[in-house]
């Protein structure tokens, strides 16, 4: 039986950077189309001959300049209404990184690429929004089961950079006290001998990852109940 179909499939990254204590999403303007010059998550179509990763993974250096070393699907997307051009299914993918590592480059159907504020996004391109709620949904959640911040911070960094970090991707203020202690209790960080001398405040010794550890809690998954002030 010849089933009638004509389906596009598309994959969308949906990539968070952190710096100057602000969560940031990547997102590009769109050179072409029904859409043109309008903000979108950096994403296209998936060719023949390649996997859904290899798609994202292309589409995120052709529009971007920038190569991800950590992603994760997130969410597929199909409503029918999704886009105007055609049926188009988006599987949507997850990534984290330090925007001081890349220097990004629009390229491509890419007019232009930037990094936003959180709070300072556009309304953007077909359902982009949904899916960047989703991803940040994702990511908040996510903290609380698995260690969040060796791809978002410096390879050395005070102890505030990392407790900042969770208050920014949450947008709550923490217990610090218990947060120090419980965090430093799985193992995955390390004090340096290092100081780390603020412009203002007191000084305070560097913490690193310990990327093994890191690991080990990345991929078998941990508890981490986090307490508010």
Excluded: C
């Excluded at 391109?125 to 990511?139: P, S, V, W």
């Excluded at 990392?162 to 923490?174: H, V």
Aim: proline fraction near 3%.
């Amino acid at each position: 039986m010849k089933i009638p179909q004509n389906i596009k499939v598309a994959v969308d990254a949906v990539v968070f950077g952190y710096s100057e204590n602000k969560l940031q999403i990547l997102l590009i303007q769109q050179k072409f189309g029904i859409e043109k010059n309008k903000w979108a998550l950096p994403g296209g179509f998936v060719r023949d001959n390649e996997t859904l990763d290899q798609a994202v993974i292309r589409e995120l250096k052709e529009e971007t300049g920038v190569k991800a070393n950590y992603l994760e699907q997130l969410y597929t997307f199909g409503n029918l209404d999704r886009d105007k051009r055609d049926r188009i299914i988006s599987i949507s993918y997850l990534a984290l990184l330090n925007p001081k590592n890349f220097t990004i480059k629009a390229d491509t159907d890419a007019k232009d690429v930037k990094w936003f504020s959180i709070s300072e996004v556009p309304n953007l391109a077909f359902d982009h929004n949904k899916i960047l709620l989703t991803g940040l949904t994702r990511l908040q959640n996510k903290i609380n089961y698995q260690p969040i911040g060796f791809e978002l911070l410096k390879k050395e960094f005070p102890f505030s950079d990392i407790e900042n970090l969770y208050q920014t991707i949450l947008n709550r203020k923490i217990d610090r006290r218990n947060f120090r202690k419980k965090l430093l209790s799985f193992g995955f960080l390390e004090e340096t001998e290092k100081i780390y001398k603020p412009v203002s405040g007191r000084p305070a010794k560097l913490f690193q990852f310990n990327q093994k550890k890191y690991k080990e809690l990345e991929s078998n998954g941990f508890h981490f109940e986090i307490k508010f002030a």
